[in-house]
């Protein structure tokens, strides 16, 4: 079935660096893809998302660009604030059921 | 607009105690819905799902089990916890494919956070 790779954290970066986590998928044809966040002690909130190749979601300084040629869709800001710091999860539906699947989350924490 | 309820927030439950949460979404019709556990540290884990009334797919083995007795209502139970049930149980929901939703957009609860002791 699908399924989402994801860079193992925690990522540690210090105020205002640049950010990358990588993701990469499995499937067959092209599902839309997803980053969501989860803020401590919070559920997770959409963050962005791309519906086809090529495309390129964006929120709150966050960029995700899906590469069809490379099975990716990694999360970038070039510079990342304290407030940034949080679980990332990329996810994609899994098969024609459309049921999520998730990545193992990637932890990113941003010192002042 | 949609929103989504979960509750309680946080339990402490004895070992062998029943459970049940309660996840409820308001502002549409026929979603799909979900329940997750992330353990400390790690991913989260798909428990169930169901795309309508009395309709219910579970993923692994387990302890749990989930009803949905009305369509935008969605619980999560136990008769007896276990101390491996402890975690941060999430409930989301979907737009079901039948309505034409955007496949894969996921609206997530604010999650429980269930101790065994």
């Known amino acids: 079935g699908n399924s989402v790779t994801q860079m193992e954290g925690p990522v540690t970066l210090s105020e205002e660096a640049f950010l990358t986590i990588n993701c990469t998928y499995t499937?067959?044809?092209?599902?839309?893809l997803f980053w969501y966040v989860q803020y401590p002690g919070e559920g997770l909130q959409l963050l962005l998302k791309?519906?086809?190749?090529?495309d390129k979601g964006s929120n709150k300084g966050f960029e995700a660009t899906y590469r069809k040629e490379t099975t990716s869709f990694h999360l970038e800001k070039g510079s990342v604030q304290v407030s940034d710091s949080a679980v990332y999860f990329c996810?994609?539906?899994?098969?024609?059921?459309?049921?999520?699947?998730f990545g193992r989350g990637t932890s990113l924490i941003v010192h002042p | 607009s949609q929103t989504i309820h979960q509750w309680p927030a946080t339990l402490v439950q004895p070992v062998g105690s029943p459970l049940s949460l309660e996840c409820t979404v308001e502002?549409?019709?026929?979603?799909?819905l979900y329940w997750y556990r992330q353990a400390a540290g790690r991913g989260l884990q798909l428990l169930f799902y169901?795309?309508?009334?009395?309709?219910i797919s579970s993923e692994v083995p387990q302890n749990l089990s989930a009803s949905r007795p009305q369509d935008r209502q969605f619980i999560l139970s136990s008769k007896k916890l276990l101390l491996s049930d402890s975690g941060f149980y999430l409930c989301?929901?979907?737009?079901?494919f039948g309505t034409g939703g955007q496949p894969g957009g996921y609206t997530f609860g604010s999650g429980t956070r269930l101790t065994v002791v």
């Open positions: 989301a929901w979907s737009p079901s």
């Open positions: 499937a067959t044809g092209y599902p839309s």
């Open positions: 791309a519906t086809k190749a090529d």
């Open positions: 996810a994609q539906p899994s098969g024609g059921s459309y049921i999520p699947t």
């Open positions: 502002g549409t019709s026929n979603p799909n």
């Open positions: 169901s795309v309508g009334i009395g309709q």
